[in-house]
């Protein structure tokens, strides 16, 4: 009899110290970065300026965005794009060599970049 309650309170002492180990365990916070990404040599994350109510990018993020439409062009379970986004949707050339964005393409290109992220599978 002595045993059982040994025994029984070994087992209680376990479960309890067990579930409290759980509820005392640290889930770090998001990493986001407080600045903008370089593209080169330029802190601007590709975005040069804003012109025409439209987003100003060089050639190394229209080349990251046509990527992204290659990957989720058609979009993701959950969100489709219809109709299916095309290569250069959005995206107007300036005699610079930048180019325009609009910001239905900003707003897709954000959309897809944390799809990108997050592991997410295109269509």
Same mark, same amino acid.
């Given at each position: 009899m %002595?045993s /059982?309650?040994i025994?029984?309170?070994?087992?209680l &002492?376990?479960?309890?110290l067990?579930?409290g180990?759980? &509820?005392?365990?640290v !889930?770090?916070?998001?990493?986001?970065? /407080?600045?903008a990404s370089?593209?080169?040599?330029k802190?601007d994350?590709?975005?040069?300026?804003? =012109?025409?109510? &439209?987003?100003?990018?060089? !050639? =190394?993020?229209?080349s990251?965005?046509? &990527?992204?439409?290659g990957?989720?062009?058609?979009?993701?379970p %959950?969100?489709p794009?219809?109709?299916?986004l095309a290569?250069? *949707?959005?995206?107007?050339?300036?005699?610079?060599g930048?180019?325009?964005?609009?910001p %239905?393409a %900003?707003n897709? *290109?954000?959309?897809?970049?944390?799809?990108?992220h997050?592991g997410k /599978?295109g269509l």
């Amino acid at each position: 009899m %002595e045993s /059982a309650r040994i025994w029984r309170n070994s087992l209680l &002492a376990l479960v309890v110290l067990g579930l409290g180990g759980c &509820a005392l365990t640290v !889930t770090p916070g998001l990493n986001r970065p /407080a600045t903008a990404s370089y593209s080169g040599t330029k802190r601007d994350s590709g975005v040069v300026g804003v =012109a025409n109510g &439209a987003f100003v990018i060089d !050639t =190394a993020t229209r080349s990251r965005y046509n &990527a992204l439409i290659g990957q989720f062009g058609k979009g993701v379970p %959950e969100y489709p794009f219809l109709p299916p986004l095309a290569p250069d *949707f959005g995206i107007t050339p300036r005699p610079d060599g930048t180019f325009l964005l609009t910001p %239905e393409a %900003e707003n897709d *290109f954000g959309l897809m970049n944390r799809w990108a992220h997050s592991g997410k /599978a295109g269509l």
